[in-house]
């Protein structure tokens, strides 16, 4: 396999003979960038009570770490994550670089902020991250495996 074909962020997988892409997710930048200023306030606000625990006079230094932590990341890999991609077709989820679930075997679809974690009856567990509308990822998915 070619190594572009690896670190791929959209699906590498090829179709099966018939099979087609019914709908594709991809991460929206908005819900992105609102996920990360959430992520940031709570290290803001976790960092200030762990100085405040241990005494430190400096107590706004928390806020100014927790940010600096969560901005960093969120600039460091927006990149990456605002271009994976995952495909919906009539018998599998194709996701990432060579993710591809078989739809018989999704046993569980949870709701996490606003990503959609698939499992596997094997017990494997894929993230569709930063969905605009986690419930219509979610309804489109099952429509698949019972359709499927």
């Known amino acids: 396999m070619e190594e572009g074909l690896v670190y791929s962020m959209v699906p590498t997988t090829p179709l099966l003979a018939g ?3 019914m709908h594709s997710f991809a991460p929206d930048r908005a819900t992105y960038w609102r996920d ?5 306030a709570a290290a803001m ?3 200030m009570l762990a100085l405040w625990l241990a005494g430190n006079p400096h107590v706004w230094t928390g806020a100014v770490g ?11 890999v927006a990149s990456d994550e ?3 991609r ?3 077709t009539d018998r599998r989820l194709l996701g990432p670089q060579t993710r591809a679930v078989p739809l018989a075997q999704v046993a569980t679809l949870r709701g996490l902020g606003s990503a ?5 009856r094997t017990g494997d567990k894929h993230l569709l991250k930063y969905q605009p509308d986690r419930a219509d990822t979610m309804a489109r998915i099952r429509a698949a495996i019972a359709a499927a």
């Open 19 to 21: 099979e087609r892409v």
């Open 86 to 88: 995952w495909d919906l």
């Open 45 to 47: 606000a976790l960092g």
């Open 116 to 120: 959609v974690q698939v499992v596997t």
């Open 66 to 76: 927790g940010f600096a932590a969560v901005a960093v990341r969120a600039f460091y």
């Open 82 to 84: 605002l271009q994976a």
């Open 36 to 40: 990360h200023a959430w992520l940031a």
